[in-house]
């Protein structure tokens, strides 16, 4: 992520280049426990939770059909890491978006996963 920018200027170029609406960000930033005032900083003035959580913004505001989500808690306390996880999938149904989640823990993807593929 660019650290000489702020993260409102990195929605507001993923809003440009995805023909994005803005106003879906609000409602996004409260799902994902994000402040608005967030968006005011730069990347490197933000934990690495909350970095997470912005990079997961930005990936569902685009309304991929498909999202492919790399360890996407892996920077966040347990109890974050598992609401965090939960509302990937919850959001990625609203929008009819599969998912494919990549992760070390295996416990949650056999509790959040209808199929896990071990490798």
Known sequence: MAK?????TLLEDVCRQHSVERSQ????LERLALSPNLLSRK???????ELQRF???RALLTRPTLL?????T????PITAASTLQLIIELTQEIGC???????????L?????RVLSL
């Not at 000489?4 to 409102?8: E, M």
């Open 110 to 114: 056999e509790k959040t996963c209808h």
């Open 74 to 77: 892996s920077r966040l306390d």
């Open 68 to 72: 492919v989500a790399d360890e996407p």
């Open 4 to 8: 000489s920018v702020t993260l409102q």
């Open 55 to 57: 990079a997961i913004l």
């Open 98 to 108: 599969a998912l494919v989640l990549i992760s070390h823990d295996k416990l949650a």
């Open 43 to 49: 990347a490197n003035q933000v934990s690495g939770g």
């Open 25 to 28: 960000i609000p409602r996004l």
